[in-house]
């Protein structure tokens, strides 16, 4: 059987068969994947389910979403409403799947994608209403827990939270004022650590977290209480 290059997932090569593309069912979105990215997790939803409660008070504006992989979590937030969906990745494959996933529910009118880093994305304008982030959150010497997952899709680094202190940093940057960030993490311990750290250096600071059996999510809004002009 013919190999595939090693490319994105950090794991050993995956061969033809493995890379063909599955369905996955998220709300009401059909999301295709395959097992060089993130298999979309069901709990999931629940990050775009609060994205979209808070969308309906939120400033005018497009969404951000960081860390997108085949990006369920941003469609299902902005599906059925008007906003402008961003999806970003570092992995090409992902944001490949992210956009022909918008295509297949109907979304591509409000929905692009961009094959860049976290980093890379705190040069787009000062403009985003919402910022979803979904970064790797399992601590390097944890990973191997996950045999099945891409690497480059968990890893966080030593404590698990290098990711998502760089969504923080990428968030306080683009946000419009009145903005705000749900940020996706492993443990309540990465949130009251490097993450509440990183808001208090860029400006953001939790208001809301809402603990899962699978992971937290947290809301964070401007630490000076900043609303849209
Ligand atoms: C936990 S997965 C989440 C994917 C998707 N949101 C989901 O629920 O299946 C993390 C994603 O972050 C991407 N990623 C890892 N490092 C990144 C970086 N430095 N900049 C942008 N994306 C990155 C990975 O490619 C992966 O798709």
Redesign the pocket.
């Known amino acids: 059987m013919a190999m595939t290059e090693p490319t994105?997932t950090g794991r050993a090569p995956l061969d033809d068969r493995e890379v063909r593309p599955r369905t996955a069912y998220v709300g009401r979105l059909e999301i295709q994947w395959d097992p060089r990215?993130?298999?979309?997790?069901p709990w999931?939803a629940e990050q775009s389910r609060w994205a979209a409660s808070l969308l309906t008070d939120l400033p005018p504006g497009p969404v951000l979403e960081?860390?997108?992989?085949?990006g369920?979590?941003g469609l299902l937030a902005v599906a059925g409403t008007r906003r402008e969906l961003v999806c970003?990745?570092?992995?090409p494959v992902?944001t490949e799947y992210a956009a022909a996933n918008a295509r297949r529910n109907g979304l591509a009118a409000q929905v692009s994608t961009r094959t860049?880093?976290?980093?890379d994305a705190a040069e787009h304008p000062t403009s985003y209403s919402l910022v979803l982030a979904?970064?790797?959150?399992v601590a390097s010497a944890e990973t191997g827990r996950f045999p099945e997952d891409?690497l480059?899709?968990?890893d966080g680094g030593a404590d698990g939270s290098a990711?998502a202190v760089?969504c923080v940093r990428t968030a306080g940057r683009v946000l419009a004022p009145g903005g705000a960030l749900v940020l996706q993490v492993g443990t309540e311990a990465q949130l009251d650590g490097p993450v509440a750290a990183a808001g208090r250096e860029h400006g953001l600071v939790e208001v809301e977290r809402r603990v899962f059996e699978r992971g937290v999510l947290a809301l964070l809004r401007h630490a000076d209480g900043e609303v849209s002009g």
């Open positions: 994105t990215i993130l298999e979309p997790r999931t960081l860390c997108a992989g085949a369920h979590i970003v990745d570092i992995d992902a860049e880093s976290i980093a979904d970064p790797p959150w891409p480059r899709a968990i990711l760089d």
